[in-house]
């Protein structure tokens, strides 16, 4: 079993739509998680970390945190073409030494 | 905006040659990573560091090394270069953010051919 697990994808969204990305983690003892955007040929970049259980919103961004589940999601309302791209999950693991990320998922959103 | 810089952007080299990849940060982290990235696939991580003089290695076994002697440098080098070793190199640094969070900041990435 990996350590952070996603589903590769492609998630293929209208539009407008919501997109709706998951991750679930083995370490039960992990605090902080991140979520990256990855365009294609491009570096990731951070577009939101999460540390409570719970939501945390940022604009059209929406992550969602489950510890007793060991899941953690991404929701992007309002989908844009420009939203397409695969999405890492990210989880710092127990004492804080080491962020392992997942495989990542593909997302793609149709004009 | 992320202050991570990598040399050279691209790079063609024929096997059995020495190269070594830069790295820099001015952001004054701590913290730095080389992740290695075939296209579409995952990363995976094979030299970090905690500090100037600290190096560790990653996950995925490699046959390159780093050094950490100055903290706002952290370069990888490649004895000898084999096509094995074609793939995108990243770097990235960190510094806990508030309350510690360690988010990573990547660098533009490197992209090696060994032919």
């Known amino acids: 079993q990996k350590e952070v697990e996603q589903n590769s994808g492609p998630l293929s969204v209208p539009e407008g739509a919501i997109a709706s990305l998951n991750c679930t983690y083995s370490d039960r003892g992990s605090q902080s998680f991140f979520w990256y955007r990855q365009y294609s040929g491009k570096s990731p970049e951070l577009i939101m970390f999460?540390?409570?259980?719970g939501d945390k919103e940022d604009g059209r961004f929406t992550a969602q945190l489950n510890k007793a589940s060991q899941y953690v999601s991404l929701l992007i309302r309002d989908s844009q073409p420009s939203d397409s791209a695969t999405y890492l999950c990210?989880?710092?693991?127990?004492?804080?030494?080491?962020?392992?990320f997942g495989a990542g998922t593909r997302l793609f959103v149709k004009a | 905006e992320a202050d991570i810089y990598q040399t050279p952007r691209y790079l063609v080299i024929g096997t059995g040659k020495k190269i070594t990849l830069e790295c820099s940060q001015t952001?004054?982290?701590?913290?730095m990573y080389w992740y290695q990235q075939d296209p579409g696939m995952e990363l995976h991580l094979i030299h970090y560091?905690?500090?100037?003089?600290?190096?560790e290695k990653g996950d995925l076994s490699s046959e390159s090394t780093v050094s950490r002697i100055r903290t706002e440098h952290f370069p990888l080098t490649l004895e000898s270069a084999r096509p094995s070793h074609t793939s995108q190199y990243l770097c990235a640094s960190s510094e806990p953010g508030t309350g510690g969070y360690n988010e990573q900041f990547f660098g533009p990435g490197t992209r090696l051919t060994v032919l």
């Open positions: 560091s905690y500090g100037v003089n600290s190096t």
């Open positions: 952001m004054g982290h701590d913290k």
């Open positions: 990210a989880v710092l693991n127990t004492g804080g030494f080491k962020t392992i």
């Open positions: 999460i540390y409570s259980n």
